[in-house]
T-cell receptor, first 113, second 111 residues
Framework: DAGVIQSPRHEVTEMGQEVTLRCKPI?????LFWYRQTMMRGLELLIY????????DSGMPEDRFSAKMPNASFSTLKIQPSEPRDSAVYFC???????????FGSGTRLTVV | SQQGEEDPQALSIQEGENATMNCSYK?????LQWYRQNSGRGLVHLIL?????REKHSGRLRVTLDTSKKSSSLLITASRAADTASYFC???????????FGTGTRLQVFP
């Protein structure tokens, strides 16, 4: 099993541009979570899906952020337009039905200049 | 908002010594988990302790949970340089799969 796969690993973009982060969960894991990590705020839960359905998006900072999970094999987190304060490491994590321990991807380091 | 806070924020020890990290949380939980994060990597699940358990062991890891004090501790015995990482506690939020992570403890183990 290749684990949770995130792409790209690094993204540098200019303010105002659209950014799309991608996540491929572990097969069979039915819950998927998007987290953002910064030095100032630590790990923040942005949104999570269960069986491809968004369950809780209360952590999404504003309307510029959107997330989708069109099928069990793929999820995206989009920021449009991006701002310098969005610079952070974005993690995708998944867990199976038993819910015992998340598996994290390696993250996407986003820098907005 | 963060549910848990770790203490200390940073810890430096020599190889062979024990490392103890503490976590406090705010609301009732079903379980508490500990994760490790190496620099530039994702988090790795270490151990889970349920609310009806008081202590759990896994290799060189020992976790305790005191629900009356809303606190947990992670003990790493006979530390190694490879244990250098940040350690986070995480608690569930009600009857969901959602985990809320603490602020983390940065552990440095010197050879």
């Amino acid at each position: 099993d290749a684990g949770v796969i995130q792409s790209p690993r690094h993204e540098v973009t200019e303010m105002g541009q659209e950014v799309t982060l991608r996540c491929k969960p572990i097969s069979g894991h039915n819950s998927l979570f998007w987290y953002r990590q910064t030095m100032m705020r630590g790990l923040e839960l942005l949104i999570y899906f269960n069986n491809n359905v968004p369950i809780d998006d209360s952590g999404m900072p504003e309307d510029r952020f959107s997330a989708k999970m069109p099928n069990a094999s793929f999820s995206t987190l989009k920021i449009q337009p991006s701002e310098p304060r969005d610079s952070a490491v974005y993690f995708c994590a998944t867990v199976d039905q038993g819910g015992y321990g998340y598996t994290f991807g390696s993250g996407t380091r986003l820098t907005v200049v | 908002s963060q549910q848990g806070e770790e203490d200390p924020q940073a810890l430096s020890i020599q190889e062979g010594e024990n490392a103890t990290m503490n976590c406090s949380y705010k609301t009732s939980i079903n379980n508490l988990q500990w994760y490790r994060q190496n620099s530039g990597r994702g988090l790795v699940h270490l151990i889970l302790i349920r609310s009806n358990e008081r202590e759990k062991h896994s290799g060189r890891l020992r976790v305790t949970l005191d629900t009356s004090k809303k606190s947990s501790s992670l003990l790493i015995t006979a530390s190694r340089a490879a244990d250098t990482a940040s350690y986070f506690c995480a608690t569930d939020a009600g009857n969901t799969d959602k985990l809320i992570f603490g602020t983390g403890t940065r552990l440095q183990v010197f050879p």
